[in-house]
C-alpha cells in the first residue's frame, strides 16, 4: 500500500536521527581507539600494558579495526539516506565480530556484557518499535554465550544482564511519555492520508490500492467486480439554499447510507464533492449488482429524509464490471464515470450500465470538445435569432439571439450536445462573449431601421459569471462603446445561474441592472425557489417554460397555471414571455389572459438575421394595416 508522504522530521525523528549518528560516532571511536591500542602491543610499543598475549592483542586489535571500519561505514549510510537500519544491522555486526574475539576468561569479568549495553541503547534509541520477540532474542543470546564461556550465573553476568534489560526497556518507557501526542498526531494524520475527513470513508488513494487487490482476487476466484460512480442529483442547489452545513450534514448521511447498503468486504469511497465510489465483489452474476444499487437508491431517499433539513435526495449511478467492462482499474473508473454520466442525461435517479456505445458517445463528446477549439476562428459559429411578438399588436419588438454550430465534417450540431460540452472546457466564455457582440451589432441596425426600442435577448452561462479573469471587457463596456443603452440588451437567466449565486455575480448582475440591461428569468415554475429570485435580483421579465404552453387549451391545469403566473407577474410590475407557443388557440389563450409576448414556432421558427429584417418589416405592416380605420 502507498505510505503517505513523511514529514520533513518531527522531534521524535530528529530526536532518533541524531541519537543514532552519535551513537555511531562513539562507538567507531571507541573501537578504533581499542584497535589501535591492540596494534600497538601486537608491534611491540607497549608491551604487556593490557595483559593480552601477543596472538589476543592481534585478535583484538583486528576485531576493533573491523568494527570501527564498518560503523564509519553505517555513519555514513546513516548519514546519506536519513535512515535507521544502519543500528539494526550494527547489532548483528558486533555479536558476530566482537564477542567471538573475547577471550573466555574475560567472561567472568562481564566485558562482553558490557560491550552490549552502548549496543542496546542505541538499539532501544532509534528503534523504538521492538517487541518481546526481540528482547528474547537479545537475551537468549547473551545466555548461551555465557554459558558456553563459563560465565552463567556469575554476578557480573547477571549484573550486567539487568542493566541490559533497562537499556531496552527505559527508552520505550520515555517514548511512552514523551512523545504519547505526537504518536497520536502522526497516527490521525496517517489516517487523514487514506480517509476523508468529513466522511471518514477511504479517499481516493486507499480505493486505488483496494481496486487493485480486488482486481487480483477477482482474477484467481474468475468472480464479477462491480465498480459504481455515485453522485448525488442537484446537490449544488442543496449548498446554495440550504447552507453548506445542511450539506455536508447530508454527505455523512449518504456515506452512512451507502457504507450500510453494502457487505463489510466492499469498499465505499468519497472522491469529494458529491461523489462517491462502489467496490463490490467478487460476485456470482450480474443479479447481485442489480440488487445492490436498488438497495443503495432506496437507503439513499430514506435516511436523508429522516433529519431535520427536510431533503429527500437522489441518486444517479454508474456501474463497469470487469472483466466484461475493462480489465484495469483504470479502464473500469472510466467506464463507470461514463456510464454515471449517462444516467444522467437520461434524466438522473437511476442508474445504469456501462456500453460500448457509451464509449463512443464518449470519445464523440472528447472529439467535439477539441473541435470547439478554434471553431471561432475558423467561421464554424454563426447566430440566429427566433421573434418574440407583441401580443397586444402583433409586432415583432423583440427577438433571442441564438447560437449555431456548423461542424466541418458533421454539419449541424444541436447547441444541447456542444453548450455543455463548451462549459466543461473553458471555450464558453470566449463563445458567449462573440454571440453577445455580434447580437448587439445586430441590435444596433435593428434599432436604426425599425425600432428605437428593438430588443434582443442574450442567453449566458453560469461559467461566464464565474470567469473572473478580467481579460475579456465587460458586456457594460461593449455597450458603451457601440453608443448602446443598456435597454438595448435583455439578459436571459436560467435558475442554474442564480442558484450558484455568489457575491461575484450578484455584483456582475448589480452592475448590468445599473446600466439598464433588463433582466428575465428562463423556463419560470419549473424550479422550486424562482419567486425569491423575482425579490432579490429584481428581474424584468419572467418567460413562462414551454411545458406548460404545450397542451394549453381552454379550462386545463395548464390554463389555469399560465393565468396565475401572468396575473402574479402583473402584480409584480413584471413582463411575461410565453414560450413554446405552436398553435392559434395558444396564442389566443395566452393574448386573452393578458401575456405581454409570445415566442415559438407559429411565429416564427430561429432564423438568419437577413430573414428576421424580412419579417418585421411585414408583421409592422400587417400590424399598421390592422389598426388603420377602414
Not at 447566430?383 to 454550430?405: F, H, M, N, S
Given at each position: 500500500m502507498t505510505q503517505p508522504d513523511a514529514a520533513e522530521h518531527t522531534s521524535l525523528e530528529g530526536f532518533q536521527y541524531r541519537?543514532?549518528?552519535?551513537?555511531?560516532?562513539?562507538?567507531?571511536?571507541?573501537?578504533g581507539g581499542l584497535g589501535i591500542l591492540g596494534t600497538a602491543q601486537r608491534i611491540g610499543l607497549i608491551p604487556g600494558m593490557l595483559g593480552h598475549t601477543p596472538e589476543t592483542s592481534h585478535r583484538?586489535?583486528?576485531?576493533?579495526?573491523?568494527?570501527?571500519?564498518?560503523?564509519?561505514?553505517?555513519?555514513?549510510?546513516?548519514?546519506?539516506?536519513?535512515?535507521?537500519?544502519?543500528i539494526r544491522v550494527l547489532t548483528l555486526f558486533l555479536t558476530a565480530v566482537i564477542i567471538p574475539a573475547v577471550p573466555s576468561?574475560?567472561?567472568?569479568?562481564?566485558?562482553?556484557?558490557?560491550?552490549?549495553?552502548?549496543?542496546?541503547?542505541?538499539?532501544?534509541?532509534?528503534?523504538?518499535?521492538?517487541?518481546?520477540?526481540?528482547?528474547?532474542?537479545?537475551?537468549?543470546?547473551?545466555?548461551?554465550?555465557?554459558?558456553?564461556?563459563?560465565?552463567?550465573?556469575?554476578?557480573?553476568?547477571?549484573?550486567?544482564?539487568?542493566?541490559?534489560?533497562?537499556?531496552?526497556?527505559?527508552?520505550?518507557?520515555?517514548?511512552?511519555r514523551t512523545f504519547e501526542a505526537e504518536r497520536k498526531l502522526a497516527q490521525a494524520a496517517k489516517h487523514l492520508a487514506f480517509h476523508d475527513a468529513l466522511t471518514g470513508l477511504p479517499n481516493r488513494r486507499l480505493l486505488d490500492d483496494r481496486l487493485e487487490e480486488a482486481l487480483k482476487k477477482s482474477r484467481r476466484e474468475a468472480g464479477i467486480l462491480a465498480v459504481v460512480f455515485v453522485d448525488i442529483d442537484h446537490f449544488s442547489q442543496v449548498n446554495n439554499s440550504r447552507g453548506h452545513a445542511v450539506g455536508d450534514r447530508l454527505i455523512t448521511e449518504v456515506g452512512a447510507a451507502l457504507r450500510a447498503s453494502v457487505r463489510e468486504t466492499d469498499t465505499v469511497a468519497r472522491l469529494g464533492g458529491d461523489?462517491?465510489?462502489?467496490?463490490?465483489?467478487?460476485?456470482?452474476?450480474?443479479?447481485?449488482?442489480?440488487?445492490?444499487l436498488e438497495t443503495i437508491r432506496a437507503s439513499i431517499k430514506r435516511d436523508t429524509d429522516r433529519g431535520d433539513h427536510g431533503v429527500q435526495l437522489t441518486t444517479s449511478l454508474g456501474v463497469a464490471l470487469f472483466p466484461d467492462d475493462g480489465s484495469t482499474a483504470e479502464d473500469l473508473l472510466r467506464h463507470a464515470d461514463q456510464a454515471l454520466y449517462q444516467a444522467k442525461v437520461a434524466g438522473r435517479d437511476q442508474a445504469c450500465f456501462f456500453n460500448a456505445a457509451q464509449q463512443a458517445e464518449s470519445a464523440h463528446r472528447i472529439a467535439l470538445g477539441q473541435g470547439l477549439r478554434g471553431a471561432?476562428?475558423?467561421?464554424?459559429?454563426?447566430?440566429?435569432?427566433?421573434?418574440?411578438?407583441?401580443?397586444?399588436?402583433?409586432?415583432?419588438?423583440?427577438?433571442?439571439?441564438?447560437?449555431?454550430?456548423?461542424?466541418?465534417?458533421e454539419g449541424s450540431i444541436s447547441p444541447a450536445v456542444f453548450i455543455p460540452i463548451a462549459e466543461?472546457?473553458?471555450?464558453?466564455?470566449?463563445?458567449?462573449?462573440?454571440?453577445?457582440?455580434?447580437?448587439?451589432?445586430?441590435?444596433?441596425?435593428?434599432?436604426?431601421?425599425?425600432?428605437?426600442?428593438?430588443?434582443?435577448?442574450?442567453?449566458?452561462?453560469?461559467?461566464?459569471?464565474?470567469?473572473v479573469s478580467g481579460v475579456r471587457?465587460?458586456?457594460v463596456e461593449q455597450l458603451e462603446r457601440l453608443g448602446l443603452p443598456g435597454d438595448s440588451i435583455a439578459l436571459e437567466l436560467t435558475e442554474g445561474v442564480l442558484l450558484e449565486s455568489n457575491a461575484s455575480t450578484s455584483e456582475q448582475l448589480a452592475a448590468?441592472?445599473?446600466?439598464?440591461?433588463?433582466?428575465?428569468?428562463?423556463?419560470?415554475?419549473?424550479?422550486?425557489?424562482?419567486?425569491?429570485?423575482?425579490?432579490?435580483?429584481?428581474?424584468?421579465?419572467?418567460?413562462?417554460?414551454?411545458?406548460?404552453?404545450?397542451?394549453?387549451?381552454?379550462?386545463?391545469?395548464?390554463?389555469?397555471?399560465?393565468?396565475?403566473?401572468?396575473?402574479?407577474?402583473?402584480?409584480?410590475?413584471?413582463?411575461?414571455?410565453?414560450?413554446?407557443?405552436?398553435?392559434?388557440?395558444q396564442r389566443a389563450l395566452l393574448a386573452a389572459m393578458k401575456c405581454d409576448f409570445a415566442q415559438g414556432y407559429l411565429l416564427g421558427r430561429p432564423m438568419a438575421a437577413a430573414q428576421l429584417d424580412v419579417l418585421i418589416r411585414s408583421t409592422t405592416a400587417a400590424a399598421a394595416l390592422a389598426t388603420t380605420p377602414a
Open positions: 541519537a543514532g549518528g552519535l551513537m555511531l560516532l562513539f562507538l567507531a571511536a571507541v573501537s583484538i586489535a583486528s576485531a576493533c579495526l573491523a568494527v570501527c571500519l564498518g560503523t564509519l561505514t553505517l555513519r555514513w549510510i546513516h548519514e546519506r539516506n536519513r535512515s535507521q537500519w544502519p576468561d574475560n567472561f567472568r569479568l562481564g566485558t562482553p556484557q558490557s560491550i552490549w549495553v552502548p549496543v542496546l541503547i542505541a538499539f532501544a534509541l532509534t528503534n523504538l518499535r521492538w517487541s518481546l520477540l526481540t528482547t528474547a532474542a537479545v537475551l537468549l543470546t547473551t545466555a548461551l554465550v555465557h554459558h558456553k564461556n563459563g560465565a552463567f550465573g556469575t554476578p557480573a553476568s547477571l549484573f550486567v544482564t539487568a542493566v541490559m534489560i533497562v537499556a531496552i526497556v527505559a527508552p520505550r518507557l520515555v517514548y511512552d461523489e462517491f465510489v462502489i467496490l463490490l465483489g467478487p460476485l456470482t452474476d450480474r443479479s447481485a449488482v442489480d440488487r445492490v471561432l476562428d475558423r467561421g464554424e459559429f454563426h447566430v440566429v435569432y427566433q421573434p418574440i411578438v407583441d401580443l397586444k399588436t402583433g409586432r415583432i419588438q423583440k427577438a433571442e439571439a441564438l447560437l449555431r454550430w456548423t461542424h466541418p465534417t466543461n472546457n473553458g471555450t464558453i466564455s470566449e463563445i458567449g462573449d462573440w454571440v453577445f457582440h455580434t447580437s448587439a451589432l445586430q441590435v444596433k441596425a435593428w434599432r436604426e431601421v425599425h425600432d428605437p426600442k428593438f430588443q434582443v435577448s442574450v442567453n449566458r452561462s453560469p461559467v461566464q459569471f464565474r470567469d471587457a465587460s458586456w448590468l441592472r445599473s446600466a439598464g440591461v433588463s433582466l428575465s428569468l428562463d423556463d419560470f415554475g419549473t424550479g422550486y425557489s424562482s419567486l425569491s429570485y423575482l425579490h432579490e435580483f429584481e428581474m424584468d421579465y419572467v418567460k413562462i417554460d414551454r411545458s406548460f404552453v404545450q397542451g394549453l387549451t381552454e379550462g386545463s391545469k395548464q390554463h389555469v397555471l399560465c393565468q396565475s403566473i401572468v396575473a402574479m407577474a402583473h402584480a409584480l410590475s413584471l413582463a411575461v414571455v410565453a414560450e413554446g407557443v405552436e398553435t392559434e388557440a
